[in-house]
Every structure is written in C-alpha cells, then in structure tokens.
C-alpha cells in the first residue's frame, strides 16, 4: 500500500435486533431523519466491517445502516437454511424495526442478490437499488466460481477472521462447519429471478461490475436492460433528456474482490445516482 494511511470513522451507533428468530447486528452512520438511509448488504462471509470504507464514504450524504446477515459477522446462526427470499425478509425487518418506511438498497456480491429481491418481495420499503458484482440466475456467474464455491470447505477459512468472528458469539466449530456447509449451498445453487419478475421491480437501479468480474459482462447487460436501462431517444439524439431508469458501470481491469477497493472511483457515481443528479451534456457546438 502506498500513500498516507487514513482511518475509517467509527460508526454512530451499533447493536443487535430481534428479527424473525435472529439477535440481528448492525452499525449506523449518521442518526436516522426525513432523509430515507442507505441499506448496505455485504458479499457471502463478510461483516459490516468489510463495508466500513464504503459506509464511511456514502455516510457524507446520507445515513447507512451496514447489517450482518444470518450467520454473518456478529450475527449468530439459526436452526433454518440460507436463502435469498430469507435474507431479503430479515433485511425488512430490520428496517421496519428501526422506524425506517423506505430506504435506498446497496448489495455487493451475495448481498446484491439480497438486494433483488428487498426490492421484489418488499417494493414499498425500496426508494433506490445498487447491485454490485451481483446476479440474478446462477448461469450469471462464470463456471469457475462455481467450481471454486464447490471446493470449499471450513479447513478453507481456517484461522480467518470470518471463523474467529463465528467462534466468537458460538464457540463449536461443529456449528461453523455446518454454516459454511449452508453458504456453500446457496451459493452453488443461487438464484433464479425470471426476466419477467426483474422487469417487474420498479426501483431505480444501478448495476456495477469489474470486467474482469466473476460476473459475466453479458449478465450485467441483461441485468441492466430487465431494469429499465437503454435509452434510444438518447441514442438518436446524443443527449439524455431525463434521469434514467437503469444505470450500468463496467470498471476496467477489476475483478470481483478489486471492485471492493474501488470507493474512490465509485462513491462519487452511487452519490449521484442515489441524489438523481441531471445527467449532464456539455457544449460541443
């Protein structure tokens, strides 16, 4: 690493919720107001930590509430698998039970998939969506990452702190197995949104992935495109005249993890988007 070292600020507040059977942890940055926060939703393993850079940055405009989901971090495991549809409810959950009617939704990998579908099952508590490095059919991603995903096991993240964040709130590694054994799962078998549930959500949406993702470029596109994206008035006339529904990034020379380091390029972008700044045109002529 090069340059000055910089600290991450602190979040305002943290703790546990009750949520549907889970003691659900999560950190806020800013107090809560009028303004509607942001839900940030971390990638498979990760912790509210992992994101603390990205919350930092958003937090300039806005309030972030970063959660652990089940498993996850500071959040205990439950006696239920691991799906989607499930972590998109207890997501829910812990917006309504902290006073929250509708929030912005930022997942990153595992947790742009959460993010699809808050915004499918729970469209009244979505204002925005941001899916990072995310799918939503499981042919989305490329074969490798299947095959890395099936591969894994707990002697993987042996003495990671993903473990020793587990074995900290339940102290069997017994019980970390079988939720690795949990995440592997859902992970190998994904998602399958149909084309026609994805054209139904109606949030605005930005999709971002490194084109040396384990994303597919192609999936981004078709993602994109189910979401509103394209513009042929802008197309024909070189010009945006309105916000659009649908934004996509493509980021060079980055991979899944990379995009993760990326809060310089992409803060800036999410701002404006989440703010509906005007696109603008500059004077050519």
Known sequence: MTGAATTTPSPTSSGHLPVNGLDLYHEMYGELGTSPPLLLLPGAFMAAGSMAAWAAGLADDRTVVVADMQGQGRTPDAPRALSYEQFADDAAALLRGLGVDRADVMGYSQGGGVALQLALRHPDLVGKLVVMAATFRRD????????????????????????????????????????????????????????????????????????????????????????????????????????????LVVLPATSHIGLVGETATLVPAITAFLDDVAPATPDLF
């Open 140 to 247: 989305g991603w490329y074969p490798a990452v299947h095959a890395a995903i099936t591969g894994m096991d707990a002697t993987t993240l042996a003495g990671s702190p993903v473990e020793s964040a587990f074995l900290e709130h339940t102290p069997d590694p017994v019980a970390f197995a079988a939720w690795v054994q949990k995440v592997k799962v859902l992970n190998a078998e994904d998602q399958e949104i149909p084309d026609d549930r994805m054209r139904a959500i109606t949030a605005r949406s930005m999709v971002i992935v490194g084109d040396a993702d384990g994303v597919r470029p192609e999936h981004a596109v078709e993602m994109f495109r189910l979401l509103g994206g394209g513009d042929e008035r802008a197309a024909a006339t070189g010009m945006l005249q309105e916000v659009p529904r649908a934004r």
